[in-house]
T-cell receptor, first 114, second 113 residues
Framework: DAGITQSPRHKVTETGTPVTLRCHQT?????MYWYRQDPGHGLRLIHY???????DKGEVSDGYSVSRSKTEDFLLTLESATSSQTSVYFC?????????????FGPGTRLTVL | QKEVEQDPGPLSVPEGAIVSLNCTYS??????FMWYRQYSRKGPELLMY????GNKEDGRFTAQVDKSSKYISLFIRDSQPSDSATYLC?????????????FGTGTQLKVEL
């Protein structure tokens, strides 16, 4: 998985509780991404980062926030989890961000919100 | 209408068959085209990468891009049970944008003995 780890790998939580997912990379890549994957929707971008403390929204960012204080770590926070946020979350990394460079994915975090 | 359309399957074929997986897209700015393979409960892994139109071959896999028709294909020759997975197409344009990719929803493939 290209030097990418995600934690936790599985989590069950209750509606209204805050949840933080962590992505850690050992590749020193500049770009990091958070996706969610749901049946019928494929992979949808939540937020991405193009450097330390530099982040931007993706297509499904409502209800999520992110932070990146170090090159290697990218955190995804659900401030108040809802059942609609039950999903599999993938982190991805990318080096140059342009041209033929592409994204490499972590193993995923399976989140269930009851 | 989604920017990238992909038949979800499932597609079931016998071992040794030639498999054809396809995506259509609507954004003419897309220039880079990728295929990812995703095994059950795993992250997607990059399989093939093509720039602009044409063919690219890697072992049993061939990626084909027809920009005039906005249509891309992945062919798998001599399919094996280990090819059973979901195949995702992805694409992006040339200019910046943080290297963001647009994905198809994936086609589930099962290769049977």
């Amino acid at each position: 998985d290209a030097g990418i780890t995600q934690s936790p790998r599985h989590k069950v939580t209750e509606t209204g509780t805050p949840v933080t997912l962590r992505c850690h990379q050992t590749e020193n890549h500049r770009y990091m991404y958070w996706y969610r994957q749901d049946p019928g929707h494929g992979l949808r971008l939540i937020h991405y980062s193009y450097g330390v403390k530099d982040t931007d929204k993706g297509e499904v960012s409502d209800g999520y926030s992110v932070s990146r204080s170090k090159t290697e770590d990218f955190l995804l926070t659900l401030e108040s989890a809802t059942s609609s946020q039950t999903s599999v979350y993938f982190c991805a990394i990318s080096d140059a961000g342009v041209g033929t460079d592409t994204q490499y994915f972590g193993p995923g975090t399976r989140l269930t919100v009851l | 209408q989604k920017e990238v359309e992909q038949d979800p399957g499932p597609l079931s074929v016998p071992e040794g068959a030639i498999v054809s997986l396809n995506c259509t897209y609507s954004n003419s700015a897309f220039q880079y085209f990728m295929w990812y393979r995703q095994y059950s409960r795993k992250g997607p892994e990059l399989l093939m990468y093509t720039y602009s139109s044409g063919n690219k071959e890697d072992g049993r896999f061939t990626a084909q891009v027809d920009k005039s028709s906005k249509y891309i294909s992945l062919f798998i020759r001599d399919s094996q049970p280990s090819d059973s997975a979901t195949y995702l197409c992805a694409m992006k344009g040339v200019t910046g944008g943080g290297n963001k990719l647009t994905f198809g929803t994936g086609t589930q493939l099962k290769v049977e003995l």
